[in-house]
């Protein structure tokens, strides 16, 4: 395969199903059966469901694991830059050949049926995962989580359920009790589950699946607890306390996703260097990531420039609240999101805090909302808002007139996929 086989196949890909999310299972067994059942020779399994964290959890978990001597398979979505980072096989992203080899192996077990572009590229994840020794595979769900492509696991080592809030209301349900019911579709039973801070109406709902199942819950607040204190993280649950440095991700709700990934670590019997190092070592892009380097970065000439993927109005909010904390600066926002989420609810809780927006297409995607559409749902929010065409644009315009500003690009991982690609 050229180095650009991966891409021909995943294009291809993209025809096989008319509609983007379907969600259901009848697929995935049927594909999953012509390739010989790959998700019953997978090693132990942590499967991460949940609206916001799953990603900055995942990526703790990982690094707690990997500091302790483990092998870790990871699978996330969507990517950033490239493909291949939604695979990660014993701590090495996927190597071309072998991504090009699992795609090119599901598409003709496929034959041509309908099948959509995540459930496909899943069961590759899974083929690639059931062929390479590991110690855990940290599993990512894709959306909800009771009929996600992820959710063929038998019988998984833990569950974990990251904060709940509204998103995909679409696919998952209008209120959040119906959300919270398809996250905790991933719970299995017996298994235990980690559960992070929750909605009371939320935590209702999984408490009463997890009683279904005789799933053993240990969830915030109750099993354990975690805070910051005097600058450091303070994790207790019912074996004892941790006094742990705060972790690398910035912001407060870091502070939970903190503790969720601790509470999983102990629940595996790791030791509190594999907790300290969970929280010391994890990066992950995107998340409220300064960038330093780059065509964009000397743009913005003295300004700050700041990178956020974060598209809900939950993310709003905590991203509001962790800028809020950095050293002061004039803070101004490049915004593009997708048509399908909440704009006026994500840019609310910033509006707060933030001089102006400059709205702007997301390049590529097909779902994108219009500048003009952002920029009118900016206003609603408060915000004193115009257009650019590009990213790039809206930097030299805000660096211009604003040399001290903080910029942070934000509103959609997509957009933020696209920037970290043209920054290099």
Request: net charge negative.
């Amino acid at each position: 395969m050229t180095a650009t086989g991966s891409d021909v196949i995943l294009e291809r890909m993209m025809s096989l199903h008319p509609r983007i999310i379907d969600l259901t299972l009848d697929r995935m067994w049927r594909l999953l059966a012509a390739l010989g059942h790959p998700e019953r020779a997978l090693p132990p399994v942590i499967h991460i469901a949940g609206t916001n964290g799953k990603g900055s959890t995942q990526a703790m978990l990982r690094a707690g694991l990997e500091a302790a001597g483990r092998r870790v398979h990871a699978y996330t979505s969507p990517h950033l830059a490239r493909f291949h980072e939604r695979i990660r096989l014993a701590g090495e992203l996927i190597s071309e050949p072998a991504l090009a080899a699992v795609l090119d192996e599901c598409e003709a077990a496929n034959g041509g049926a309908d099948i959509t572009y995540f459930e496909i590229t899943t069961a590759a994840a899974l083929l690639a995962f059931s062929r390479t020794p590991a110690d855990f595979l940290l599993l990512e769900v894709g959306l909800g989580g009771r009929l996600d492509a992820t959710n063929v696991i038998e019988r998984p080592e833990l569950t974990i359920i990251t904060p709940v809030s509204i998103d995909h209301q679409q696919y998952l349900g209008e209120t959040l009790p119906e959300i919270a019911g398809e996250k905790a579709g991933i719970m299995k039973r017996g298994v235990p589950c980690i559960v992070g801070p929750q909605p009371q109406e939320a935590l209702e709902v999984i408490e009463a699946r997890a009683a279904r199942l005789g799933v053993p819950l240990l969830a915030h607040g109750q099993h354990w607890h975690v805070a910051e204190e005097h600058g450091r993280l303070v994790y207790q649950d019912e074996t004892g306390l941790l006094d742990l440095p705060m972790p690398r991700l910035i912001g407060a709700h870091q502070v939970h996703n903190a503790g969720i990934a601790v509470a999983a670590l102990r629940q595996l019997g790791l030791d509190e260097a594999a907790c300290e190092a969970a929280l010391v070592r994890a990066t992950w892009p995107a998340r409220l990531q300064r960038l330093r380097t780059g065509p964009l970065v000397e743009a913005a000439g003295r300004a700050e420039l700041w990178l956020d993927g974060g598209h809900n109005p939950a993310a709003g909010a905590a991203l509001a609240e962790a800028l809020s904390r950095l050293p002061q600066r004039p803070l101004h926002l490049v915004c593009g999101m997708l048509n399908t989420k909440d704009v006026t609810g994500y840019l609310r809780p910033l509006a707060a805090i933030a001089r102006s927006l400059h709205a702007v297409s997301v390049p590529g995607a097909e779902a994108t909302l219009p500048a003009d559409e952002t920029r009118a749902a900016a206003i609603r929010a408060g915000l004193r808002a115009d257009t650019a065409e590009t990213v790039t644009d809206a930097v030299t315009a805000i660096a211009t007139s604003h040399p001290e500003a903080r910029i942070l690009i934000c509103g959609s991982l997509y957009l933020a996929g696209h920037v970290l690609r043209e920054n290099g």
